[in-house]
């Protein structure tokens, strides 16, 4: 279970007046199911897998470069594969892992300055949860782009060129997911000990 504390975050409203963030309403809060969260990745081995390959084949060998239509071909079957797997990874875990639920305004007058403190700590985490979906979006976006990227240079022909800075693209994305996956790892370490703070969700 998990308990919300009745203080409104005034850097969740600074910050979504700011950017104009979709990832929640400034009346939202986000509780993170550490346990789910865990689970839905551990349940999908295929999708880590994939990324492995997709980082052995980006990594050109003298070979790749001899045949780069084979090459491109692989990977734009790779990112294929991956662009589907992380539709559904990112879909589980906002609906399962990170789950919105509305902020009730407190009834009571000043907060405590222990309150005031504890609020501190849900607003780096509310933030945290923000990041972290607005990365699904990013990385989404990328890999679709990638994809459109490959198929277009199987239609009309790569040579070795384009292949290499083709790779390097996909080595930037596979850097940027890894960075998003330590992200969601700590999240998860922060979440996962029976906190009481909003942004956890606790199962023993």
């Known amino acids: 279970m998990a308990t919300v504390a009745p203080i409104?975050?005034?850097?969740?409203r600074a910050t979504s007046a700011q950017n104009g963030s979709s990832s929640g309403s400034p009346q939202t809060v986000w509780l993170v199911n550490a346990a789910f969260l865990q689970e839905i990745k551990d349940s999908?081995?295929?999708l880590w897998h994939e990324f492995h390959r997709l980082r052995?084949?980006?990594q050109l060998e003298q070979p790749d470069c001899e045949t780069p239509q084979q090459a491109i071909k692989g990977l734009a079957q790779c990112l294929d594969g991956i662009r589907d797997l992380l539709a559904l990874q990112f879909t589980l875990e906002e609906s399962y892992g990170l789950i919105a639920t509305p902020l009730t305004p407190s009834p009571y007058g000043q907060?405590?300055?222990?309150?005031?403190?504890?609020?501190?700590?849900?607003?780096?985490?509310?933030?945290?949860?923000?990041?972290?979906i607005d990365q699904h979006r990013c990385l989404y976006l990328q890999i679709v782009d990638l994809v459109e990227q490959?198929?277009?240079l199987q239609y009309r022909g790569c040579d070795s060129n384009c292949l290499r800075l083709f790779a390097e693209?996909?080595?930037?994305?596979s850097c940027d997911f890894t960075?998003?996956?330590?992200?969601?790892g700590e999240l998860i370490r922060l979440h996962g000990s029976h906190s009481t703070l909003p942004a956890s969700a606790d199962h023993s």
């Open 44 to 46: 999908n081995p295929h």
């Open 56 to 58: 052995t084949l980006s």
């Open 111 to 132: 907060p405590s300055p222990e309150a005031m403190r504890r609020q501190e700590v849900i607003d780096e985490r509310q933030m945290m949860v923000r990041h972290v």
């Open 169 to 173: 693209k996909v080595e930037r994305f």
């Open 179 to 184: 960075a998003h996956e330590r992200l969601e």
């Open 8 to 12: 409104a975050s005034s850097t969740n």
């Open 150 to 152: 490959a198929e277009e």
